[in-house]
Protein backbone atom coordinates (compact mmCIF):
# COMPACT_ATOMS: atom_id res chain seq x y z
CA UNK A 1 0.00 0.00 0.00
CA UNK A 2 2.59 2.43 0.86
CA UNK A 3 4.55 1.73 -2.64
CA UNK A 4 1.48 2.48 -4.16
CA UNK A 5 0.60 5.91 -2.08
CA UNK A 6 4.09 7.11 -2.46
CA UNK A 7 3.40 6.40 -6.33
CA UNK A 8 0.54 8.91 -6.43
CA UNK A 9 2.13 10.99 -4.59
CA UNK A 10 4.80 11.13 -7.48
CA UNK A 11 2.60 10.66 -10.34
CA UNK A 12 0.72 13.79 -8.97
CA UNK A 13 3.67 16.08 -9.35
CA UNK A 14 4.98 14.71 -12.53
CA UNK A 15 1.35 15.69 -13.79
CA UNK A 16 1.62 18.99 -12.12
CA UNK A 17 4.99 19.93 -13.28
CA UNK A 18 3.98 18.79 -16.95
CA UNK A 19 0.73 21.13 -16.66
CA UNK A 20 2.67 23.75 -15.99
CA UNK A 21 5.74 23.42 -18.40
CA UNK A 22 2.35 23.22 -21.03
CA UNK A 23 0.85 25.99 -19.73
CA UNK A 24 4.68 27.98 -19.92
CA UNK A 25 4.67 27.07 -23.83
CA UNK A 26 2.09 30.21 -24.02
CA UNK A 27 0.85 29.37 -27.80
CA UNK A 28 -2.00 26.75 -26.91
CA UNK A 29 -5.49 27.49 -26.60
CA UNK A 30 -7.06 26.86 -23.18
CA UNK A 31 -9.23 23.36 -23.77
CA UNK A 32 -12.30 24.83 -26.23
CA UNK A 33 -15.87 23.86 -24.70
CA UNK A 34 -17.69 23.65 -28.76
CA UNK A 35 -18.18 20.13 -30.32
CA UNK A 36 -19.62 19.80 -33.77
CA UNK A 37 -22.34 22.03 -34.79
CA UNK A 38 -22.80 21.97 -38.57
CA UNK A 39 -25.87 22.06 -41.53
CA UNK A 40 -24.50 20.34 -44.37
CA UNK A 41 -22.23 17.31 -45.08
CA UNK A 42 -19.12 20.05 -45.51
CA UNK A 43 -19.97 21.49 -42.22
CA UNK A 44 -20.03 18.69 -40.31
CA UNK A 45 -16.89 17.10 -41.85
CA UNK A 46 -15.08 20.37 -40.87
CA UNK A 47 -16.65 19.97 -37.25
CA UNK A 48 -15.34 16.56 -36.85
CA UNK A 49 -11.67 17.55 -37.92
CA UNK A 50 -12.18 20.73 -35.49
CA UNK A 51 -12.91 18.13 -32.54
CA UNK A 52 -10.26 16.33 -33.32
CA UNK A 53 -7.73 19.06 -33.97
CA UNK A 54 -9.06 20.01 -29.92
CA UNK A 55 -8.22 16.85 -28.25
CA UNK A 56 -4.89 17.16 -29.95
CA UNK A 57 -4.22 20.03 -28.21
CA UNK A 58 -5.18 18.91 -25.08
CA UNK A 59 -3.12 16.09 -24.55
CA UNK A 60 -0.47 18.71 -25.25
CA UNK A 61 -1.58 20.05 -22.23
CA UNK A 62 -1.75 16.79 -20.22
CA UNK A 63 -5.64 17.59 -20.43
CA UNK A 64 -6.15 13.61 -20.92
CA UNK A 65 -10.26 13.30 -20.16
CA UNK A 66 -10.96 16.39 -22.05
CA UNK A 67 -8.78 15.52 -25.42
CA UNK A 68 -10.31 11.78 -24.80
CA UNK A 69 -13.96 13.57 -24.74
CA UNK A 70 -13.01 15.39 -28.07
CA UNK A 71 -11.51 12.83 -29.85
CA UNK A 72 -14.42 10.46 -28.76
CA UNK A 73 -17.31 12.90 -29.91
CA UNK A 74 -15.30 13.52 -33.22
CA UNK A 75 -14.97 9.44 -33.79
CA UNK A 76 -18.83 9.16 -32.66
CA UNK A 77 -20.11 12.22 -34.89
CA UNK A 78 -18.11 10.89 -37.98
CA UNK A 79 -18.39 7.14 -37.33
CA UNK A 80 -22.61 7.84 -37.05
CA UNK A 81 -22.68 9.48 -40.48
CA UNK A 82 -20.74 7.00 -41.68
CA UNK A 83 -23.16 4.31 -40.89
CA UNK A 84 -26.17 6.24 -41.96
CA UNK A 85 -24.70 5.89 -45.57
CA UNK A 86 -23.93 2.44 -45.44
CA UNK A 87 -27.11 1.73 -44.27
CA UNK A 88 -28.75 3.66 -47.37
CA UNK A 89 -26.07 1.78 -49.60
CA UNK A 90 -27.41 -1.52 -48.03
CA UNK A 91 -31.10 -0.34 -48.78
CA UNK A 92 -30.36 0.62 -52.76
CA UNK A 93 -29.53 -3.12 -52.62
CA UNK A 94 -25.24 -2.92 -52.42
CA UNK A 95 -23.77 -6.40 -51.03
CA UNK A 96 -24.99 -9.51 -50.76
CA UNK A 97 -25.48 -8.78 -47.36
CA UNK A 98 -24.70 -5.94 -45.01
CA UNK A 99 -21.55 -7.11 -43.93
CA UNK A 100 -20.24 -6.88 -47.29
CA UNK A 101 -21.07 -2.93 -47.21
CA UNK A 102 -19.40 -2.58 -43.54
CA UNK A 103 -16.21 -4.75 -44.48
CA UNK A 104 -13.40 -2.06 -43.77
CA UNK A 105 -15.33 -0.23 -40.75
CA UNK A 106 -14.86 -0.14 -37.33
CA UNK A 107 -17.91 -0.04 -35.29
CA UNK A 108 -21.37 -1.17 -36.88
CA UNK A 109 -24.27 -0.36 -34.81
CA UNK A 110 -25.61 2.33 -33.09
CA UNK A 111 -25.15 1.09 -29.59
CA UNK A 112 -21.19 0.82 -29.81
CA UNK A 113 -21.07 4.48 -32.05
CA UNK A 114 -22.95 5.66 -28.85
CA UNK A 115 -21.32 4.30 -26.48
CA UNK A 116 -17.60 5.82 -27.61
CA UNK A 117 -18.71 9.28 -26.31
CA UNK A 118 -22.40 9.17 -24.72
CA UNK A 119 -22.79 12.94 -24.94
CA UNK A 120 -23.03 13.00 -28.86
CA UNK A 121 -26.61 13.69 -30.29
CA UNK A 122 -25.57 11.79 -33.91
CA UNK A 123 -25.97 7.94 -33.19
CA UNK A 124 -29.18 8.70 -32.10
CA UNK A 125 -29.75 11.20 -35.10
CA UNK A 126 -28.77 8.84 -37.85
CA UNK A 127 -30.46 6.24 -36.40
CA UNK A 128 -33.91 8.31 -36.53
CA UNK A 129 -32.76 9.02 -40.31
CA UNK A 130 -32.93 5.83 -40.83
CA UNK A 131 -36.07 4.74 -39.84
CA UNK A 132 -37.27 8.22 -41.13
CA UNK A 133 -36.21 6.75 -44.73
CA UNK A 134 -37.80 3.41 -43.86
CA UNK A 135 -41.14 4.62 -43.05
CA UNK A 136 -40.96 4.04 -39.33
CA UNK A 137 -42.12 7.50 -38.27
CA UNK A 138 -42.60 6.67 -34.80
CA UNK A 139 -39.69 5.52 -34.19
CA UNK A 140 -37.99 8.17 -36.19
CA UNK A 141 -39.60 11.08 -34.15
CA UNK A 142 -38.58 9.29 -31.07
CA UNK A 143 -35.16 9.10 -31.90
CA UNK A 144 -34.98 12.86 -33.60
CA UNK A 145 -36.64 13.96 -30.09
CA UNK A 146 -33.70 12.54 -27.73
CA UNK A 147 -30.50 14.00 -30.05
CA UNK A 148 -32.63 17.13 -30.49
CA UNK A 149 -32.58 17.65 -26.11
CA UNK A 150 -28.85 16.70 -25.82
CA UNK A 151 -26.64 20.15 -25.00
CA UNK A 152 -24.52 19.08 -27.77
CA UNK A 153 -27.06 19.16 -30.74
CA UNK A 154 -27.26 21.95 -33.44
CA UNK A 155 -29.14 25.16 -32.25
CA UNK A 156 -30.11 24.84 -36.20
CA UNK A 157 -30.93 21.40 -35.92
CA UNK A 158 -30.19 19.08 -38.78
CA UNK A 159 -31.48 17.82 -42.10
CA UNK A 160 -29.42 15.39 -43.95
CA UNK A 161 -32.83 13.42 -45.49
CA UNK A 162 -31.54 13.98 -48.74
CA UNK A 163 -28.84 11.18 -48.18
CA UNK A 164 -31.30 9.09 -49.77
CA UNK A 165 -31.27 10.44 -52.64
CA UNK A 166 -27.37 10.32 -53.31
CA UNK A 167 -25.92 7.65 -55.98
CA UNK A 168 -24.57 4.65 -54.98
CA UNK A 169 -21.06 6.20 -56.18
CA UNK A 170 -21.82 9.39 -54.14
CA UNK A 171 -22.41 7.13 -50.96
CA UNK A 172 -19.65 5.45 -51.50
CA UNK A 173 -17.44 8.67 -51.45
CA UNK A 174 -19.18 10.08 -48.59
CA UNK A 175 -18.56 6.42 -46.60
CA UNK A 176 -14.89 6.70 -47.69
CA UNK A 177 -14.12 10.22 -46.70
CA UNK A 178 -15.80 9.55 -43.11
CA UNK A 179 -13.95 5.84 -43.03
CA UNK A 180 -10.75 7.88 -43.44
CA UNK A 181 -11.43 10.68 -40.64
CA UNK A 182 -12.32 8.44 -38.36
CA UNK A 183 -8.96 6.42 -38.89
CA UNK A 184 -7.12 9.75 -38.42
CA UNK A 185 -9.45 9.94 -34.78
CA UNK A 186 -8.20 6.07 -34.06
CA UNK A 187 -4.41 6.95 -34.65
CA UNK A 188 -4.82 9.51 -31.65
CA UNK A 189 -7.12 7.97 -29.61
CA UNK A 190 -8.77 4.42 -29.24
CA UNK A 191 -12.17 4.38 -27.34
CA UNK A 192 -12.77 2.44 -23.73
CA UNK A 193 -16.02 0.39 -24.35
CA UNK A 194 -17.24 -0.21 -20.09
CA UNK A 195 -20.56 -1.71 -20.77
CA UNK A 196 -22.37 1.22 -19.01
CA UNK A 197 -26.32 1.24 -20.15
CA UNK A 198 -27.03 3.64 -22.41
CA UNK A 199 -30.11 5.35 -21.66
CA UNK A 200 -31.21 8.79 -22.99
CA UNK A 201 -29.90 10.79 -20.01
CA UNK A 202 -26.17 9.62 -20.54
CA UNK A 203 -25.14 12.64 -22.42
CA UNK A 204 -25.43 14.69 -19.40
CA UNK A 205 -22.38 15.45 -16.87
CA UNK A 206 -25.08 16.21 -13.77
CA UNK A 207 -26.54 12.56 -14.78
CA UNK A 208 -23.34 10.86 -14.50
CA UNK A 209 -22.34 12.88 -10.99
CA UNK A 210 -25.49 11.16 -9.74
CA UNK A 211 -24.70 8.13 -11.20
CA UNK A 212 -21.14 8.18 -9.39
CA UNK A 213 -22.42 9.36 -5.69
CA UNK A 214 -25.37 6.76 -5.88
CA UNK A 215 -22.36 4.00 -6.10
CA UNK A 216 -20.30 5.95 -3.72
CA UNK A 217 -22.86 5.94 -1.35
CA UNK A 218 -23.19 2.07 -1.00
CA UNK A 219 -19.46 1.79 -1.32
CA UNK A 220 -18.97 0.34 -5.01
CA UNK A 221 -15.86 2.40 -5.45
CA UNK A 222 -14.49 0.72 -8.60
CA UNK A 223 -17.82 0.54 -10.39
CA UNK A 224 -18.53 4.92 -9.49
CA UNK A 225 -15.49 5.14 -11.25
CA UNK A 226 -16.99 4.36 -14.51
CA UNK A 227 -19.60 7.57 -14.66
CA UNK A 228 -17.26 9.99 -12.64
CA UNK A 229 -15.04 9.54 -15.63
CA UNK A 230 -17.90 10.43 -17.98
CA UNK A 231 -18.86 13.23 -15.98
CA UNK A 232 -15.50 14.55 -16.17
CA UNK A 233 -15.50 14.24 -19.72
CA UNK A 234 -18.84 15.99 -20.81
CA UNK A 235 -18.81 18.67 -17.87
CA UNK A 236 -15.08 19.69 -16.79
CA UNK A 237 -15.44 22.97 -16.11
CA UNK A 238 -17.42 21.95 -13.01
CA UNK A 239 -15.47 21.40 -10.40
CA UNK A 240 -18.20 18.98 -8.72
CA UNK A 241 -17.47 15.97 -11.02
CA UNK A 242 -14.14 16.31 -10.74
CA UNK A 243 -14.08 15.97 -7.00
CA UNK A 244 -16.12 13.05 -7.59
CA UNK A 245 -14.33 11.44 -9.75
CA UNK A 246 -10.79 12.08 -7.39
CA UNK A 247 -13.34 10.35 -4.13
CA UNK A 248 -14.61 7.69 -6.40
CA UNK A 249 -10.64 6.34 -7.60
CA UNK A 250 -9.42 6.67 -3.64
CA UNK A 251 -12.36 4.89 -2.60
CA UNK A 252 -11.28 2.29 -5.01
CA UNK A 253 -7.39 2.45 -4.31
CA UNK A 254 -6.70 3.55 -7.98
CA UNK A 255 -4.19 5.95 -6.24
CA UNK A 256 -2.56 6.74 -10.01
CA UNK A 257 -6.28 7.29 -11.41
CA UNK A 258 -6.93 9.70 -8.57
CA UNK A 259 -3.45 11.69 -8.97
CA UNK A 260 -4.05 11.95 -12.86
CA UNK A 261 -7.64 13.58 -12.35
CA UNK A 262 -6.33 15.44 -9.41
CA UNK A 263 -4.36 16.87 -11.31
CA UNK A 264 -6.56 17.71 -14.56
CA UNK A 265 -8.80 19.34 -12.29
CA UNK A 266 -6.64 21.75 -10.36
CA UNK A 267 -5.77 22.63 -13.50
CA UNK A 268 -9.19 24.07 -14.77
CA UNK A 269 -9.64 24.64 -10.70
CA UNK A 270 -6.30 26.03 -9.03
CA UNK A 271 -8.08 27.15 -5.88
CA UNK A 272 -10.74 24.66 -5.17
CA UNK A 273 -10.64 24.08 -1.75
CA UNK A 274 -11.56 20.54 -2.16
CA UNK A 275 -9.41 19.78 -4.46
CA UNK A 276 -6.50 21.38 -2.44
CA UNK A 277 -7.52 19.29 0.23
CA UNK A 278 -7.21 15.74 -1.46
CA UNK A 279 -3.28 17.07 -3.05
CA UNK A 280 -1.93 18.26 0.60
CA UNK A 281 -4.03 15.25 2.07
CA UNK A 282 -2.32 12.48 -1.14
CA UNK A 283 1.28 14.27 -0.31
CA UNK A 284 0.92 14.03 3.14
CA UNK A 285 0.32 10.37 3.17
CA UNK A 286 3.06 9.63 1.20
CA UNK A 287 5.30 11.65 3.05
CA UNK A 288 4.21 9.97 6.56
CA UNK A 289 4.84 6.01 4.67
Known amino acids: MSFFKRAAAIVLCLCMAAFCCACDEGDEESAPVENVSAVTKDEYVKAVKD??????????????????????FALSSAGSMRFAAEKILWLKGEGNDFSEVTSGSRYTDWDTLAAICYACPFPYYFEGLLCD??????????LYSYASVMDNFPEKGLNFYYMRNLSVEELYAL??????????????????????????????????????????????????????RYAVQFGHLDVSNWVTAVTAALG???????????????????????????????LEVAEEE
Open 252 to 282: AEDFYRAASWLSEGLSYFPENESLLGFKSAM
Open 51 to 72: CLEKGKRCEKQFLDETAAYFYG
Open 133 to 142: IQGEGDRAAE
Open 175 to 228: RDELRALEEEVCKEYIPEFTGFERTVYNFSAEYMRACALDLLEREKYDEAMIPA
